[in-house]
């Protein structure tokens, strides 16, 4: 794997995951408890496995193949619930200033996630860092097809920047973040805050691999 902070500066554009590394989504209002009030609006006859899900996504998913009335349902509702959990957290440590640095010294910096736009914009604001962000790509569809690992969130960001894939990095802390900037041709920056998330990131092969957002300040 590269060197981070050499690969960082080939770079001119960050897209950053934003549920882990700008923060912890639900850590207040935990991810089962939000999949558990999604799986009320499907119904109580639910396979096995998605009634054991902690994961809201894997509702989501499930709710989709129920067809595209119930996946809206279900996709409304985990936006609502997404905002209320943003409201209760503070920024992961480092974020904050690790994006504004990255942004003095020349980067575009965009959110690129799984989460609600409306979400992402509301926690944004919040932190005074509507400014810092260039651009949003994240879910606005009750399509979860259209989510990481597949690609199409980082190739919507890098279009709309008008850049190729190979100027720009993505930074995350998931197989799917590492997953679907392979799939769009950019670099990948794998982000493991655990041993065991470091083994199965790294088994993955990302362009590199840091255990903390502030290893990415290129400032001396």
Same mark, same amino acid.
């Given at each position: %794997? ?29 991810s089962s ?34 067809g595209?009335?119930?996946?809206h ?5 985990l ?8 409201? %209760?957290?503070?920024?992961?440590p480092?974020a904050?200033?690790?994006?504004r640095?990255?942004?003095a ?16 914009r ?28 597949h690609?199409?969130?980082i ?14 990095? %993505?930074?995350g ?20 805050t ?8 790294a ?12 290893d ?5």
């Amino acid at each position: %794997m590269a060197g981070v902070k050499e690969l960082l500066r080939e770079k001119d554009h960050v897209f950053l995951d934003f549920d882990g590394p700008v923060c912890d989504v639900f850590a207040k209002l935990p991810s089962s408890e939000v999949a558990d009030r999604l799986k009320r609006l499907v119904g109580p006859d639910l396979p096995h496995e998605v009634s054991a899900a902690a994961d809201p996504f894997e509702v989501l998913r499930y709710a989709a193949s129920c067809g595209p009335n119930a996946a809206h349902v279900v996709e409304r509702q985990l936006s609502r619930l997404e905002n209320e959990a943003v409201s %209760m957290v503070p920024p992961a440590p480092g974020a904050v200033e690790v994006i504004r640095e990255w942004v003095a010294q020349g980067f575009t910096v965009s959110i690129v996630s799984n989460n609600s736009v409306e979400a992402i914009r509301a926690f944004l604001t919040v932190h005074e860092l509507v400014e810092q962000v260039r651009r949003i790509s994240a879910r606005a569809s009750s399509d979860p097809a259209h989510l990481k690992p597949h690609p199409v969130l980082i190739e919507a960001a890098v279009k709309a920047l008008g850049t190729s894939p190979g100027k720009c990095v %993505m930074i995350g802390d998931s197989a799917a973040d590492v997953l679907a900037a392979r799939a769009a041709g950019v670099a990948s920056v794998a982000l493991a805050t655990t041993s065991a998330k470091r083994r199965s990131l790294a088994a993955l092969h990302p362009d590199a691999l840091v255990s903390d957002l502030t290893d990415l300040r290129l400032a001396p």
